[in-house]
């Protein structure tokens, strides 16, 4: 939920991805230009039937924030290696192998928090159970986490200023 309390609308998430990708189109045509290297596979990418079976998956495996389960719904991934020092919103399926794997990460009262993307350097963000977005201090699970969005709406607007701010 965002700082309002209002939940994320699949409308917005969906507007969202639009805009991100023109960004991102703009950013790609003239990244080779301005960098002397060609870019990486950056993209949003919509959900299909099989991300939302993983996304199912996800939400019977353990109780997520509503956002996340809006997010998937719309989106399967994002993968931005281009965009600063890189930002990616995991795959629900890579999600749910990470919770497989080492559970929800502990953040004070915050349980459970999920991890759901990172950055390129190996900055993880989980969202938590009051829809608060946190990022990792270092590359590691169990190490401190501070506040980096009020929710998952306000993470993706950041994530569009940074596109934006690359233009």
Same mark, same amino acid.
């Given at each position: 939920?965002?700082?309002?309390?209002?939940?994320?609308?699949?409308?917005?998430?969906?507007?969202?991805?639009?805009?991100?990708?023109?960004?991102?189109?703009?950013?790609?045509?003239?990244?080779?230009?301005?960098?002397?290297?060609?870019?990486?596979?950056?993209?949003?990418?919509?959900?299909?039937?099989?991300?939302?079976?993983?996304?199912?998956?996800?939400?019977?495996?353990?109780?997520?924030?509503?956002?996340?389960?809006?997010?998937?719904?719309?989106?399967?991934?994002?993968?931005?290696?281009?965009?600063?020092?890189?930002?990616?919103?995991?795959?629900?399926?890579?999600?749910?192998?990470?919770?497989?794997?080492?559970?929800?990460?502990?953040? =004070?009262? !915050?349980?459970? /928090?999920?991890?759901?993307?990172?950055?390129?350097?190996?900055?993880?963000?989980? #969202? @938590? $159970?009051?829809?608060?977005?946190?990022?990792?201090?270092?590359?590691?699970?169990?190490? =401190?986490? !501070?506040?980096? /969005?009020?929710?998952?709406?306000?993470?993706?607007?950041?994530?569009?200023?940074? #596109? @934006? $701010?690359?233009?």
């Amino acid at each position: 939920m965002d700082v309002s309390g209002e939940r994320l609308d699949s409308e917005w998430v969906r507007g969202w991805c639009e805009q991100t990708s023109a960004g991102l189109s703009a950013l790609m045509s003239s990244f080779l230009k301005k960098h002397g290297y060609p870019p990486g596979e950056n993209a949003v990418i919509f959900a299909t039937e099989e991300s939302h079976g993983a996304a199912d998956a996800l939400v019977d495996l353990t109780p997520i924030p509503s956002d996340l389960t809006t997010l998937y719904w719309v989106v399967c991934e994002v993968s931005l290696p281009d965009v600063e020092h890189g930002y990616f919103v995991h795959p629900a399926l890579t999600v749910a192998e990470h919770f497989h794997e080492y559970g929800s990460v502990r953040i =004070d009262d !915050e349980q459970p /928090a999920i991890l759901f993307a990172s950055d390129g350097g190996g900055h993880l963000f989980v #969202v @938590a $159970g009051s829809g608060r977005v946190w990022r990792s201090t270092t590359a590691s699970w169990f190490d =401190d986490f !501070e506040v980096a /969005a009020e929710s998952i709406q306000d993470f993706l607007e950041q994530l569009g200023r940074r #596109v @934006a $701010g690359q233009i």
